[in-house]
Nanobody, 126 residues
């Protein structure tokens, strides 16, 4: 059973930056695709970014492209989300997720992922 633990959330003013980190217990074929999702109050969980690291394919939601960057450190078993130019609309609980595979068509679907972290809060004040 894979375990994912996120950390690095917090409060920041609009325009600021945060880096989220996710520790993955075991990088394997079960975790080829690593992703970040978020859920704002009263809204559905949505995909933010994903990385199919075997092929170095990156996917981003339209609203974060150019501001957020997903990356991974295989040796440290970590996946990161660098968030720049944060906006109040980015307020949410952010979740790390892992699954066996993803593509441009599937990366943002919840069902693509078998493993989820507990979430970390990101608060952006205007």
């Amino acid at each position: 059973q894979e375990q994912l633990v996120e950390f690095g959330g917090g409060s920041v003013e609009a325009g600021g930056s945060l880096r989220l980190s996710c520790a993955v217990s075991d990088l394997s074929v079960r975790t080829n695709c690593l992703a970040w999702f978020r859920q704002a109050p009263g809204k559905e969980r949505e995909g933010v970014a994903a990385l199919y690291y075997a092929f170095k394919n990156e996917y981003y939601a339209t609203g974060v492209r150019g501001r957020f960057t997903i990356s991974e450190d295989n040796a440290k078993k970590m996946v990161y989300l660098q968030m720049n130019t944060l906006k109040p609309d980015d307020n949410a609980v952010y979740y790390c997720a892992a699954g066996p595979a993803c593509s441009a068509e599937t990366w943002s679907r919840l069902a693509t992922y078998n493993y989820w972290g507990q979430g970390t809060q990101v608060t952006v004040s205007s």
